[in-house]
């Protein structure tokens, strides 16, 4: 769980009207979902929509684990007194922040359940081990997010879930917002940045391999960084790139030459 004080919004580029959409859901106090693979970019935007609303973010990584007293709070004994300690998306509530649950059907279901007052016209948070009823405040507002590619019968939104939320589509951005985005978290000249989107572009559209995921924003950044800093631009592709997408040899070597056709060799 990270809690963010706000200020001057971290660099983002938006791909269409998810910055409009977003501050549109904010101001009618309705719970936004997006959706979009790994890497593509929504937790730098809701990054930089909470800084442009001027509102503190808390972020939690859902996991297999997450039950709901992670979420909400729990009794804790220190000192001899038995103290209620609230979770982060209590303490979200009551602050009027933003709660952004990342990859929220990691989550177990049973935790799910308790976004539901919050998100529809309810807008409140039942503490059952207190009796307490916390009421969210205007600026409060519960986003969640998940990639689709995951999506199968024992990980997904209940319906009952997923419409109480506003959905929002991101995917990976348009070669010349990419590129931007590139050069910008990394300094690399347009050149390089430019290799690495369309080495991105190449892999994406690769069909035959067994890839779980493909060459996200985040690794074209994570390359570029490595380039930056003196590595060479082809190495800097397997190590961040390549080696990162595969743990299979005869597949590495098939997404090495593709480097190879689009970077040139490693040295």
């Not at 998810?18 to 935007?45: D, M, N, S, V, Y």
């Not at 684990?65 to 220190?78: K, Q």
């Not at 010349?176 to 989107?197: F, H, M, P, Y």
Request: aromatic residues 4%; hydrophobic residues 40%.
């Amino acid at each position: 769980m990270n809690v963010l004080p706000q200020h001057t919004p971290p660099y983002y580029a938006a791909q269409g009207a998810e910055c409009q959409l977003f501050e549109h859901a904010w101001q009618q106090q309705l719970p936004l979902l997006i959706k979009g693979p790994t890497g593509c970019g929504k937790t730098r935007f809701v990054e930089h929509m909470a800084a442009r609303l001027g509102r503190p973010l808390v972020t939690v990584s859902c996991h297999d684990d997450l039950s709901a007293s992670d979420l909400v709070g729990r009794f804790l004994i220190g000192q001899g007194n038995t103290v209620w300690s609230d979770g982060p998306l209590a303490r979200a509530v009551r602050n009027g922040a933003i709660c952004y649950l990342d990859e929220v059907v990691e989550a177990r279901k049973d935790t799910t359940v308790v976004l539901h007052p919050l998100a529809d016209d309810r807008r409140i948070l039942p503490i059952e081990r207190t009796g307490e009823e916390l009421a969210a405040p205007p600026e409060f507002m519960l986003v969640i997010s998940y990639n689709p590619g995951y999506q199968n019968l024992l990980k997904g939104l209940k319906p009952s879930t997923r419409q109480r939320f506003v959905a929002l589509s991101l995917d990976y951005p348009a070669p010349d917002i990419e590129r931007t985005i590139v050069q910008n978290e990394t300094g690399v000249s347009e050149i390089i940045a430019g290799q690495l989107v369309r080495l991105a572009t190449a892999l994406r559209c690769l069909t035959d391999h067994d890839l779980e995921e493909t060459a996200s924003t985040r690794l074209l950044v994570a390359a570029g960084r490595l380039a930056a800093s003196g590595l060479p631009l082809g190495l800097a592709c397997r190590a961040a790139i390549i080696d990162a997408l595969t743990d299979d040899a005869d597949t590495a070597v098939a997404l090495r030459e593709v480097v190879r056709a689009v970077i040139g060799d490693e040295s």
